[in-house]
């Protein structure tokens, strides 16, 4: 059903993001030093990072999960599903799982401030 370049290109993708978004993030707080900001605009900004990314984590964890679901319920039912169906069905178990963590990062939020 789906070959292995459709796995593998949105991980090449993520993980240089990732890179990236590391690299560019430590030269920002080295450069930060440099200049003698103080260490409470640092830890400001290292706490912030620390908040999105929990809360990127949670994101990601409610998608996959939803995902997985929907091609478990797929397999299952195989005779009731054809791969358009199936496709549908991830979709909207991945939609689902974007609107869960929209709740709960709101609730979140709302408590932090």
């Known amino acids: 059903m789906f ?7 949105p991980v090449l993708f993520y993980s240089l993001v990732t890179i990236i978004r590391i690299v560019s993030d430590n030269r920002l707080k080295r450069i930060m030093l440099e200049r003698g900001n103080t260490e409470g605009n640092l830890e400001l ?11 990127n984590s949670l994101k990601w964890g409610i998608v996959l999960v939803g995902v997985g679901l929907a091609f478990l319920l797929g397999d299952q039912f ?3 599903f054809t791969e358009e169906g199936l496709l ?14 929209h709740f709960l990062a709101a609730k979140s939020t709302k408590e932090q401030s």
């Not at 070959?3 to 290109?9: F, L, P």
């Not at 900004?45 to 809360?55: G, Y």
């Not at 549908?88 to 963590?101: E, K, Q, R, Y």
Request: avoid cysteine; charge should be positive; hydrophobic fraction near 55%.
């Open 3 to 9: 070959t292995e370049a459709v796995i593998i290109v």
């Open 45 to 55: 900004l290292t706490a912030r990072s620390n908040l999105s990314q929990s809360l």
């Open 78 to 80: 195989r005779h009731a």
């Open 88 to 101: 549908g069905l991830v979709a909207t178990f991945a939609g689902t799982g974007m609107l869960i963590f």
